[in-house]
Structures are given as C-alpha cells and as structure tokens.
C-alpha cells in the first residue's frame, strides 16, 4: 500500500482480533513516529509499548474513553517532554503510527491522553518520569472490524488565495 493509500483508508478501529502484532512491526511503527516532524527538530517524544494484557486492563479502567485498550493486542503511549510544542510535536508522531499502521494492514486508533483527567495516573502506571506529558495513547491491532465514518468532502473545505 502505498502512503496515498494508507492516508486515505485510516480509520480509527476499536474491534481487534486476539491475533499478536509482530514485534518487529510494532517497531518499525515507532520507528515511523520518531521520523515525524517537529518544532526545531527538538523531538521531544518517548515510546511506551505496552502488549501486557494486566497494563492495558489498567489503562482501560483509567481511561473510559478508550475501552479498546483492554483488547487491543498492542498500546503505544507517546508521552512528549514538557516544551512549547510538545503536544503538536507527539500529535506528528501519533499520525505517523497510525498511518503506518495502516500500511502493514493493521487497525489503530488514537486515545485522548493531554488533557484528560487520568493523563497523571496513566503516566505514574507506566513509571514515566516527571516533566513528561502524556499525548496519546494508541491502540493498533487486526481489525475485527472497519468503521466507515463520514468525512467533510473536499469541495467543503478547500479554499484558494482566502477563506
Ligand atoms: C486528539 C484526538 C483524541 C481522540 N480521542 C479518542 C478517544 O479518547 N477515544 C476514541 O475512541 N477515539 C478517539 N479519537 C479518535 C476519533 O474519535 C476519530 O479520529 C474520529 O471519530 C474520526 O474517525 P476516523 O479516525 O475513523 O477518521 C481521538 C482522535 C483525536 C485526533
């Protein structure tokens, strides 16, 4: 698949199979992410990659607004040193892991981590040291199943020279 292709057919999947995601492919998926851009190239991220079932249960109670976490076989926390730019910078690099993700034909879907209220817990669970802010926590897997949400059309959001 190539990137036009997996930008375009990304879908946040919150049903996965129990099948395992190879380890070299949750690799590469952070590999991808650590090439994203950011301000001044400060790149201010770290990779939690949680597979433990026990971890994710926890983060799942944690967060009530990513319950896939629980089944999901893998859950990347990007966490993003504190600076000026941290959480556009962990933005880039969570894009970066689900895109990829689709790519190798895997699910994936973004958790809200800055700003909601378990951001502290979910960093104290994963022993994170202090000064880090919690970005996302993403869930990747094989697809159970594909939701189809609808997306403004292009024609309804293009704009050239002005608004
Ligand atoms: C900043 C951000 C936070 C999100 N938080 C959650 C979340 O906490 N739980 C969840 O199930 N999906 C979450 N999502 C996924 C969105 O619900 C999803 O991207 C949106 O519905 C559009 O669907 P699509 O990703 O399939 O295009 C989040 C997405 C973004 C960008």
């Known amino acids: ?24 492919v949750i690799e590469d998926l952070i590999d991808c992410a650590r090439l994203a851009a950011s ?24 967060a009530p607004n990513g319950p896939h976490i629980a089944h ?14 941290y959480l556009e910078d962990g933005a880039a690099a969570t894009q970066n892991i689900m895109v990829a993700a689709r790519a190798y034909g895997l699910g994936s879907c973004w958790v809200a981590g800055d700003k909601k209220p378990y951001a502290a817990q979910v ?7 202090a000064g880090y802010k919690l970005v996302s926590l993403v869930t990747v897997g094989h ?10 059309p292009l024609a309804d959001v293009i704009h050239w020279e002005k608004f």
């Not at 999901?72 to 730019?85: K, L, S």
């Open 1 to 24: 698949m190539d990137a036009i292709d997996a930008l375009k057919t990304r879908r946040s999947v919150r049903e996965y199979t129990r099948e395992p995601v190879d380890t070299a």
């Open 39 to 62: 301000a001044r190239n400060v790149q201010p991220w770290e990779f939690i990659a949680i597979t433990n079932r026990e971890t994710r249960v926890k983060l799942a109670d944690l």
């Open 72 to 85: 999901a076989p893998v859950c990347i926390a990007v966490v993003c040193a504190e600076g000026t730019y």
């Open 123 to 129: 960093l104290k669970l994963l022993g994170v040291p």
């Open 143 to 152: 697809a159970a199943a594909r939701p189809v949400p609808t997306k403004r």
